[in-house]
Protein backbone atom coordinates (compact mmCIF):
# COMPACT_ATOMS: atom_id res chain seq x y z
CA UNK A 1 0.00 0.00 0.00
CA UNK A 2 1.06 3.51 -0.71
CA UNK A 3 1.25 5.57 2.49
CA UNK A 4 -0.41 8.70 1.37
CA UNK A 5 -3.68 8.97 -1.19
CA UNK A 6 -4.63 12.94 -1.27
CA UNK A 7 -5.14 14.14 1.76
CA UNK A 8 -5.47 10.89 3.24
CA UNK A 9 -2.31 9.27 5.02
CA UNK A 10 -2.01 5.44 5.47
CA UNK A 11 0.44 3.37 8.16
CA UNK A 12 0.36 -0.48 8.73
CA UNK A 13 1.73 -2.23 11.50
CA UNK A 14 0.74 -5.39 13.46
CA UNK A 15 -2.03 -5.93 11.35
CA UNK A 16 -3.61 -2.76 11.62
CA UNK A 17 -4.28 -0.19 8.67
CA UNK A 18 -4.43 3.50 10.51
CA UNK A 19 -5.83 5.54 8.50
CA UNK A 20 -5.41 9.51 8.94
CA UNK A 21 -7.88 12.01 7.70
CA UNK A 22 -4.60 14.61 7.66
CA UNK A 23 -6.14 18.37 6.26
CA UNK A 24 -6.67 19.49 9.71
CA UNK A 25 -6.21 23.49 9.06
CA UNK A 26 -9.80 22.83 7.12
CA UNK A 27 -10.71 20.57 9.84
CA UNK A 28 -10.48 17.92 7.51
CA UNK A 29 -13.38 18.62 5.02
CA UNK A 30 -13.67 16.49 2.45
CA UNK A 31 -12.25 17.18 -1.26
CA UNK A 32 -13.57 16.22 -4.43
CA UNK A 33 -10.66 13.58 -4.90
CA UNK A 34 -10.77 12.31 -1.25
CA UNK A 35 -13.69 9.57 -3.07
CA UNK A 36 -10.93 8.18 -5.57
CA UNK A 37 -8.82 8.66 -3.03
CA UNK A 38 -11.07 6.36 -0.34
CA UNK A 39 -12.02 3.93 -2.87
CA UNK A 40 -8.18 2.94 -4.25
CA UNK A 41 -7.14 3.05 -0.35
CA UNK A 42 -9.78 0.09 0.14
CA UNK A 43 -9.16 -1.66 -2.91
CA UNK A 44 -5.38 -2.25 -2.02
CA UNK A 45 -6.00 -2.68 1.87
CA UNK A 46 -8.59 -5.47 0.81
CA UNK A 47 -5.66 -7.31 -1.10
CA UNK A 48 -3.23 -6.14 1.40
CA UNK A 49 -3.25 -9.57 4.03
CA UNK A 50 -0.65 -7.72 5.93
CA UNK A 51 -4.26 -5.18 7.02
CA UNK A 52 -6.75 -7.56 9.24
CA UNK A 53 -8.19 -4.39 11.07
CA UNK A 54 -8.49 -0.52 10.00
CA UNK A 55 -8.58 2.25 12.14
CA UNK A 56 -9.36 6.01 10.58
CA UNK A 57 -9.14 9.29 12.58
CA UNK A 58 -8.43 12.74 12.20
CA UNK A 59 -5.40 14.90 12.17
CA UNK A 60 -5.45 17.93 14.46
CA UNK A 61 -8.36 18.84 16.68
CA UNK A 62 -11.21 17.34 14.90
CA UNK A 63 -12.37 13.92 13.08
CA UNK A 64 -14.37 15.63 9.99
CA UNK A 65 -16.32 18.53 9.80
CA UNK A 66 -17.62 17.51 6.29
CA UNK A 67 -17.42 17.95 2.09
CA UNK A 68 -15.71 21.05 1.33
CA UNK A 69 -18.50 23.54 0.77
CA UNK A 70 -16.38 25.85 -0.61
CA UNK A 71 -16.19 23.62 -3.71
CA UNK A 72 -19.97 22.76 -4.40
CA UNK A 73 -20.13 26.10 -6.20
CA UNK A 74 -17.34 24.63 -8.67
CA UNK A 75 -20.03 21.94 -9.51
CA UNK A 76 -21.87 23.27 -12.69
CA UNK A 77 -24.75 21.60 -14.08
CA UNK A 78 -26.64 18.62 -12.75
CA UNK A 79 -24.82 15.97 -14.30
CA UNK A 80 -21.63 16.97 -12.39
CA UNK A 81 -23.44 17.33 -9.03
CA UNK A 82 -25.23 13.69 -9.91
CA UNK A 83 -21.06 12.78 -10.56
CA UNK A 84 -20.02 14.17 -7.61
CA UNK A 85 -22.97 12.40 -5.64
CA UNK A 86 -22.20 8.97 -7.29
CA UNK A 87 -18.61 9.89 -6.50
CA UNK A 88 -19.37 10.17 -2.57
CA UNK A 89 -21.74 7.33 -2.29
CA UNK A 90 -19.71 4.80 -3.74
CA UNK A 91 -16.95 5.41 -1.61
CA UNK A 92 -19.14 5.03 1.33
CA UNK A 93 -20.19 1.96 -0.06
CA UNK A 94 -17.00 0.22 -0.31
CA UNK A 95 -16.49 1.62 2.97
CA UNK A 96 -19.35 -0.35 4.29
CA UNK A 97 -18.64 -3.42 2.52
CA UNK A 98 -14.92 -3.49 3.22
CA UNK A 99 -14.08 -7.28 4.19
CA UNK A 100 -12.25 -6.57 7.07
CA UNK A 101 -13.35 -4.86 10.56
CA UNK A 102 -13.53 -0.81 10.56
CA UNK A 103 -13.13 1.37 13.66
CA UNK A 104 -13.74 5.23 13.71
CA UNK A 105 -12.08 6.89 16.09
CA UNK A 106 -13.66 10.50 16.57
CA UNK A 107 -12.73 13.40 18.39
CA UNK A 108 -13.95 16.93 18.02
CA UNK A 109 -16.56 17.55 14.98
CA UNK A 110 -17.82 14.41 12.97
CA UNK A 111 -20.75 16.77 11.01
CA UNK A 112 -21.95 15.79 7.75
CA UNK A 113 -19.91 13.88 5.57
CA UNK A 114 -17.73 13.13 8.46
CA UNK A 115 -20.39 12.01 10.67
CA UNK A 116 -21.78 9.71 7.75
CA UNK A 117 -17.98 8.23 7.27
CA UNK A 118 -18.98 6.77 11.12
CA UNK A 119 -22.40 5.55 9.90
CA UNK A 120 -20.66 3.35 7.58
CA UNK A 121 -17.79 1.91 10.23
CA UNK A 122 -18.38 -1.09 12.65
CA UNK A 123 -17.67 0.32 15.14
CA UNK A 124 -16.91 3.71 16.72
CA UNK A 125 -15.37 5.25 19.64
CA UNK A 126 -15.31 8.55 20.37
CA UNK A 127 -13.52 10.89 23.40
CA UNK A 128 -15.43 13.59 25.21
CA UNK A 129 -15.07 16.45 23.01
CA UNK A 130 -16.76 14.60 20.25
CA UNK A 131 -19.61 16.56 18.63
CA UNK A 132 -21.63 14.58 15.77
CA UNK A 133 -24.05 16.26 13.35
CA UNK A 134 -25.88 16.10 9.95
CA UNK A 135 -26.02 19.85 9.01
CA UNK A 136 -26.85 19.71 5.37
CA UNK A 137 -30.05 21.27 5.28
CA UNK A 138 -28.02 24.50 6.39
CA UNK A 139 -27.16 24.65 2.74
CA UNK A 140 -30.77 23.30 1.41
CA UNK A 141 -29.21 19.71 1.15
CA UNK A 142 -29.69 16.50 3.52
CA UNK A 143 -27.61 14.08 4.48
CA UNK A 144 -27.89 11.39 1.03
CA UNK A 145 -26.23 8.85 2.94
CA UNK A 146 -27.55 8.97 6.54
CA UNK A 147 -30.83 9.01 5.19
CA UNK A 148 -30.70 5.73 4.12
CA UNK A 149 -27.96 3.85 6.44
CA UNK A 150 -28.57 6.67 9.59
CA UNK A 151 -31.29 4.77 10.93
CA UNK A 152 -29.76 1.13 10.83
CA UNK A 153 -27.72 2.53 13.55
CA UNK A 154 -29.56 5.24 15.17
CA UNK A 155 -33.01 5.84 16.90
CA UNK A 156 -35.06 7.26 14.27
CA UNK A 157 -36.40 10.12 16.40
CA UNK A 158 -32.45 11.30 17.06
CA UNK A 159 -31.73 11.03 13.70
CA UNK A 160 -34.89 13.20 12.52
CA UNK A 161 -33.63 15.57 15.36
CA UNK A 162 -30.20 15.45 13.49
CA UNK A 163 -31.64 16.23 9.70
CA UNK A 164 -34.60 18.45 10.95
CA UNK A 165 -32.65 20.90 13.44
CA UNK A 166 -29.30 20.83 12.75
CA UNK A 167 -28.46 19.36 16.23
CA UNK A 168 -25.08 18.15 17.58
CA UNK A 169 -25.10 15.58 19.70
CA UNK A 170 -22.52 15.59 22.41
CA UNK A 171 -20.56 12.30 23.04
CA UNK A 172 -22.96 10.71 25.81
CA UNK A 173 -25.93 11.54 23.21
CA UNK A 174 -24.68 9.85 20.32
CA UNK A 175 -24.23 6.85 22.88
CA UNK A 176 -27.20 6.80 23.93
CA UNK A 177 -28.60 7.54 19.93
CA UNK A 178 -26.55 3.84 18.58
CA UNK A 179 -23.61 6.36 16.86
CA UNK A 180 -20.92 5.53 19.16
CA UNK A 181 -19.75 1.84 20.51
CA UNK A 182 -17.80 3.29 23.31
CA UNK A 183 -17.03 6.64 24.70
CA UNK A 184 -12.86 6.96 25.78
CA UNK A 185 -11.57 10.17 27.81
CA UNK A 186 -10.24 13.77 26.15
CA UNK A 187 -7.54 12.58 23.99
CA UNK A 188 -7.44 9.03 24.28
CA UNK A 189 -10.12 8.09 21.37
CA UNK A 190 -7.52 7.03 18.89
CA UNK A 191 -5.18 4.78 21.63
CA UNK A 192 -8.58 2.98 22.83
CA UNK A 193 -9.46 2.43 18.63
CA UNK A 194 -5.85 1.17 18.54
CA UNK A 195 -6.80 -0.87 21.83
CA UNK A 196 -9.83 -2.64 20.22
CA UNK A 197 -8.14 -3.41 17.02
CA UNK A 198 -5.47 -5.12 18.33
CA UNK A 199 -7.98 -7.55 19.89
CA UNK A 200 -10.32 -7.24 16.47
CA UNK A 201 -6.80 -8.45 14.54
CA UNK A 202 -5.91 -11.20 16.93
CA UNK A 203 -9.36 -12.53 15.95
CA UNK A 204 -9.49 -15.06 12.92
CA UNK A 205 -9.67 -13.29 9.65
CA UNK A 206 -12.25 -15.46 8.00
CA UNK A 207 -14.77 -15.82 10.93
CA UNK A 208 -15.17 -11.80 10.86
CA UNK A 209 -15.18 -11.42 7.21
CA UNK A 210 -18.22 -13.67 6.71
CA UNK A 211 -19.99 -12.75 10.13
CA UNK A 212 -19.51 -8.88 8.86
CA UNK A 213 -20.79 -10.05 5.29
CA UNK A 214 -23.76 -11.16 6.86
CA UNK A 215 -24.96 -8.64 9.17
CA UNK A 216 -24.45 -6.09 6.61
CA UNK A 217 -26.92 -7.95 4.57
CA UNK A 218 -29.62 -5.63 2.78
CA UNK A 219 -27.33 -2.33 3.55
CA UNK A 220 -27.00 -1.22 0.14
CA UNK A 221 -30.88 -0.77 -0.12
CA UNK A 222 -32.00 2.94 -0.60
CA UNK A 223 -28.74 4.13 -2.00
CA UNK A 224 -29.92 4.60 -5.34
CA UNK A 225 -33.25 6.91 -4.50
CA UNK A 226 -31.08 8.86 -2.46
CA UNK A 227 -28.61 9.15 -5.07
CA UNK A 228 -31.04 10.52 -7.05
CA UNK A 229 -32.73 13.00 -4.93
CA UNK A 230 -29.64 14.35 -3.37
CA UNK A 231 -28.76 15.40 -6.64
CA UNK A 232 -31.59 17.29 -7.49
CA UNK A 233 -31.53 19.28 -4.28
CA UNK A 234 -27.89 20.34 -5.49
CA UNK A 235 -29.99 22.02 -8.08
CA UNK A 236 -32.25 24.05 -6.44
CA UNK A 237 -32.20 27.77 -5.14
CA UNK A 238 -32.06 27.34 -1.57
CA UNK A 239 -28.99 25.06 -2.28
CA UNK A 240 -26.89 27.99 -3.82
CA UNK A 241 -28.01 30.59 -1.67
CA UNK A 242 -27.16 27.64 1.38
CA UNK A 243 -23.61 27.72 -0.13
CA UNK A 244 -23.83 31.65 -0.76
CA UNK A 245 -24.47 32.40 2.75
CA UNK A 246 -21.71 29.47 3.95
CA UNK A 247 -19.37 31.63 2.23
CA UNK A 248 -20.19 34.92 2.81
CA UNK A 249 -20.64 33.74 7.00
CA UNK A 250 -24.61 35.39 7.08
CA UNK A 251 -27.81 33.85 7.24
CA UNK A 252 -29.22 32.54 4.21
CA UNK A 253 -32.43 33.84 2.96
CA UNK A 254 -34.26 30.40 1.77
CA UNK A 255 -37.54 30.76 -0.76
CA UNK A 256 -38.46 26.99 -0.91
CA UNK A 257 -37.48 26.37 -4.34
Not at 23 to 43: G, H, I, M, S
Not at 150 to 178: P, S, V, Y
Not at 226 to 240: G, I, M, P, V, Y
Request: with cysteine; aromatic share 8%; proline share 3%.
Amino acid sequence: MQDRYGMIGVQVADGICRVTLDRPEKLNALTYAFWTDLVQLLAEAEADDAVRVLVIHGAGSHFCAGGDIEGFGELGDIPARRRYQKLAFDAFRAFEVFAKPTIAAVHGYALGGGCELTMVTDLVVCDTTARFGTPEAAVGLMPGLGVVRGHANTNLHWLKQMIFTGARLDAEDARLAGLVTTIAPEGQHLDEALRMAAEVASRPATALRVAKAILNRGSGEGYDYSLEATALLHSTDDQREGVAAFKERRQPTFSDR
